[in-house]
């Protein structure tokens, strides 16, 4: 990175840090730290909302997916607004009006402590691997750009987020995801317009599109069923709909977001936010991953994205060989994508079968050496590497720094509400109902202060297990879909099911558990079917135990 | 757990579209309009099925 990119960088990172606390500022209570005394605008919400699931991830991974997998993977959100609806409906009034701190103290209302135990103790477990996973992405980034250890980056990574969390709690939390969101929205557009201007002359923006669906990369709808494929229509629209229902409606890390509402129309005009913006914010940043592909098109890339795996690779035997191919390949499909887009503009329809056809055949051929070569370095995975690599090597000093601050911004604000929620779990639903029923409000809020740093330091010694898996957004996915389903059937019960008692919904948890790990383990059910499953069996199991069969929709109405 | 805190003291209407099922109506209709130009968009510029990867 140039002094530019170092200063846009160090300076944005000053400014987000200190722009939290100053909003944070004042005499903390308990309240005011974990829920900012339910002062919070509509628009800080939803933001905060979006920054917190919008991880480095979310830029790192999905850009290189969308790169080597099309775009598709928007899909994975069509069942996104379905649920906000549905918790605007549901989770919002019933939290509010319960007047808790977590999603989980109204599960105490509702059945018992032992079923509000073991739900907050699955987010714990879950949640904190999250947390790991999420402060990899970023600390891969300073990897590359420091050519430090990854372990050094994670350590000053989580150190920096553990910091201002710890000091300012959900106010500073909040109003940094807001500027966070404005950096990332800045970024975003930054690197499409940088990703289009970059192409050859020849090459115009239609063009880019066009090479881009000439290799399948705008397959952002695909409406045939499968139940082994990850990303089609249905999958989406019900699969990612039970998943977005149990992220949003039970995962702390969200729910803390908008138990901080002023009022329950603020918490659903939050929701709602949501809902009408994060499908075209996650078409967008795939939009920019197809992009990098078409320019990777005129500009040979490496064989792997991986430095590290790449060096690697350079002294087998087999590399010189593969290479050449790789190189063939590439030539291949850079002629044959002129010719495409000359005789298309020709007006040639006749014309474009051939080059197309080459096209297609040389990219097969690009994909051949690629696999190949992951299987000489062992396996690995550069799918995360791919738009780091892009930007770089081949974006502007200036612009380098200000992508690499988006990657932080997302970074730090899913941190910072990940471990400000687990420790809100920790202290709300264990701590204080074990340990300190009794404590005074100062205590309560040094504890929370302590949890705060305790659950940063878990984050980082976590982050290692981001190495050994593949695609890092998939990853995240999965580690939430095995317990997902589990925690929404649970919260579907306590919201629809009023006969079914503790019992009931404790054993129906754990079968449901049991239903979506014999799933993941023993078959290739696609993991955004786990939540549906699972959701399904608890609500069977409980309702077979409870002896109970007819839902009344009474309860949401409150 | 049926008392209204200090807090929220009624369910405020939106500040657009006058009810709160007039916005959940406006929301899946939003959703169905992004899957169709998803989709248009996909079969303009795709000339059939091609390479993954």
């Known amino acids: ?558 | 757990m049926t008392d209204r805190p200090p807090w929220a003291p009624d369910d405020d209407p939106p500040p657009f579209l006058g009810t709160w099922p007039r916005v959940y109506a406006a929301v899946v209709i939003y959703l169905a309009l992004l899957i169709v130009l998803f989709s248009l968009f996909s079969r303009s510029f795709s000339p059939g099925a091609g390479a993954g990867g």
């Open chain 1, 1 to 558: 990175m140039s002094p530019i990119d170092w200063a846009v960088l160090v300076l944005w990172l000053l400014f987000t840090i200190f722009y939290g606390l100053y909003k944070a500022r004042g005499k903390a209570t308990t309240e005011s730290y974990l829920l900012a005394g339910k002062t919070m605008p509509w628009y800080a919400m939803g933001l905060s909302i979006m920054a917190t699931q919008a991880s480095a991830i979310t830029f790192i991974s999905t850009t290189g997916q969308s790169y080597v997998d099309g775009m598709r993977f928007v899909q994975f959100y069509f069942g996104l607004p379905l649920a906000m609806v549905v918790l605007s409906l549901t989770a919002v009034p019933l939290f509010h009006r319960a007047k808790v701190y977590t999603a989980y103290e109204y599960l105490e209302q509702r059945f018992d402590r032992k079923t509000r135990f073991l739900v907050s103790a699955v987010f714990l477990l879950q949640r904190g691997l999250g947390a790991g996973l999420a402060l990899y992405a970023p600390a891969v980034v300073l990897s590359i750009v420091l050519g430090w250890p990854e372990t050094v980056t994670t350590v000053v990574m989580g150190t920096l987020v553990i910091a201002y969390t710890t000091l300012g709690g959900i106010k500073a939390v909040t109003w940094s995801d807001v500027q966070q969101m404005v950096v990332i929205f800045a970024g975003l557009l930054v690197a499409v317009v940088m990703a289009v201007i970059s192409l050859p002359a020849q090459v115009s923006f239609m063009d880019a599109i066009y090479l881009a669906g000439a290799a399948n990369k705008l397959n952002a709808v695909v409406t045939q069923f499968d139940w082994d494929d990850r990303y089609n229509l249905w999958s989406g629209l019900i699969g990612g709909a039970f998943l977005a229902m149990a992220y949003f409606g039970t995962d702390q890390s969200q729910v803390q977001r908008y138990l901080t509402g002023r009022s329950i129309a603020q918490s659903r005009l939050s929701l709602i936010f949501n809902a009408v913006a994060k499908i075209p914010m996650q078409f967008f940043i795939l939009f920019i991953g197809t992009m990098v592909f078409v320019f990777f098109n005129f500009e040979r890339p490496p064989v792997l994205f991986q430095p590290a795996d790449h060096k690697k690779i350079q002294s087998h035997a087999a590399y010189g060989e593969l290479d050449s191919r790789f190189q063939a390949a590439y030539d291949q499909r850079k002629q044959a994508a002129l010719e495409y887009l000359n005789a298309r503009r020709n007006g040639d329809l006749a014309g474009q079968r051939a080059p197309l056809g080459a096209y297609r055949a040389a990219q097969e051929r690009i994909v051949d050496a690629r696999a190949e070569a992951a299987r000489l370095a062992g396996g690995t995975n550069d799918t995360n590497y791919i738009f780091l690599s892009f930007v770089i090597n081949y974006l502007p000093a200036g612009v380098v720094g200000l992508i690499i601050a988006v990657i932080f911004a997302a970074a730090m604000s899913t941190i910072s509400g990940e471990i400000n929620s687990l420790a809100t779990v920790t202290i709300m639903d264990l701590y204080r109902p074990i340990k300190a029923s009794q404590a005074a409000d100062s205590h309560l809020l040094w504890a929370s202060r302590a949890a705060t740093v305790f659950w940063g330091l878990y984050a980082v010694l976590f982050a290692g297990v981001g190495r050994r898996l593949g695609s890092l957004i998939e990853a995240v996915n999965i580690v939430g879909s095995l317990f997902y389903g589990g925690m929404l059937g649970m919260f579907v019960l306590a919201f629809f099911f009023p006969a079914v008692r503790a019992r009931g919904a404790f054993a129906g948890v754990l079968a449901g558990e049991a239903a979506i790990f014999y799933c993941f383990l023993f078959t290739k059910i696609s993991f955004l079917w786990y939540n549906v499953i699972g959701c399904l069996v608890v609500i069977a199991v409980a309702l077979l135990i409870s002896g109970a069969s007819r839902p009344a929709l009474s309860v949401a109405r409150r």
